[in-house]
């Protein structure tokens, strides 16, 4: 996905910052990372607090083979109902965001 596009997404933040990262970018606002791209994909950071809601809207949770097991990554799709409404999409958004204020740093 190019910077535009990743920077129209998440317009409903204010500015972001993308750096390039193990292949893929890093989506930051204020210094904290609240999202990647990897393989094209925006991927939103949450937690045990957001991670949930995630789950429940359909989302899927970025995961990957390490050593003999799996690994669960804090980072979750978009929601497919949201791509196509701006206002939900800013929802899961502030939601990434806000779990990137509680991650620790």
Do not use: C
């Given at each position: 996905?190019?910077?535009?596009?990743?920077?129209?997404?998440?317009?409903?933040?204010?500015?972001?910052?993308?750096?390039?990262?193990?292949?893929?970018?890093?989506?930051?606002?204020?210094?904290?990372?609240?999202?990647?791209?990897?393989?094209?994909?925006?991927?939103?950071?949450?937690?045990?607090?957001?991670?949930?809601?995630?789950?429940?809207?359909?989302?899927?949770?970025?995961?990957?083979?390490?050593k003999?097991?799996?690994?669960?990554?804090?980072?979750?799709?978009?929601?497919?109902a949201?791509?196509?409404?701006?206002?939900?999409?800013?929802?899961?958004?502030?939601?990434?965001?806000?779990?990137?204020?509680?991650?620790?740093?």
């Amino acid at each position: 996905m190019n910077n535009d596009a990743i920077l129209d997404l998440f317009s409903s933040l204010g500015p972001v910052t993308i750096k390039r990262m193990f292949g893929g970018k890093g989506i930051y606002h204020q210094g904290r990372i609240l999202a990647i791209e990897y393989q094209g994909d925006i991927l939103l950071k949450a937690d045990a607090v957001s991670g949930p809601a995630f789950a429940e809207a359909g989302a899927v949770q970025w995961t990957y083979d390490g050593k003999g097991k799996r690994v669960a990554m804090p980072y979750w799709s978009i929601p497919d109902a949201a791509l196509d409404d701006p206002d939900e999409l800013a929802a899961w958004v502030a939601l990434a965001w806000q779990a990137a204020l509680r991650a620790k740093t």
